[in-house]
């Protein structure tokens, strides 16, 4: 496994020859690849591009298309489409784009983050419930 630093501090991760942005995204490759060889999920596809916003001309200048890479598309046993973002921390681009991508597919995307304190038996947790529980706790360390 090789690491290098990324302007959000994570560390850019190399598994089984795949280039991941972060460690964390590498570590749910390969819990997806487990969940593959159980035969819940199939079809994983990396780095998927979406195009959120078509590519158009406006007095002769010419705007590139807005495009969103979603980091894992797989499907599940009921042959559902599921789009999953793994997240350290959002940011305004992000949630722009994540807008964006729910208004123009049907398909759910999911952004999970890894807690150990939150997080389900490997560590996973739905983005905006980690985001809920961490609310909850301060709340209680205030009161």
Do not use: H
Not at 77 to 94: C, F, H, L, P, S
């Amino acid at each position: 496994m090789i690491s290098i630093k990324s302007k959000y501090n994570s560390k850019k991760t190399e598994i089984k020859g795949i280039k991941f942005d972060s460690k964390t995204e590498g570590e749910f490759y390969l819990y997806l690849c487990e969940l593959e060889k159980q035969g819940l999920i199939k079809d994983i596809i990396l780095q998927e591009k979406l195009i959120l916003q078509e590519g158009f001309k406006k007095d002769g200048k010419t705007f590139r298309p807005i495009t969103y890479s979603v980091d894992f598309t797989f499907t599940d046993r009921e042959n559902n489409i599921i789009r999953i973002d793994v997240k350290g921390m959002e940011t305004q681009q992000g949630n722009l784009k994540r807008k964006m991508y729910e208004y123009k597919y049907k398909e759910p995307l999911y952004w999970v983050a890894k807690s150990k304190k939150y997080g389900n038996e490997y560590g996973w947790i739905d983005y905006d419930e980690l985001k809920k529980k961490r609310r909850e706790a301060k709340k209680e360390v205030v009161a």
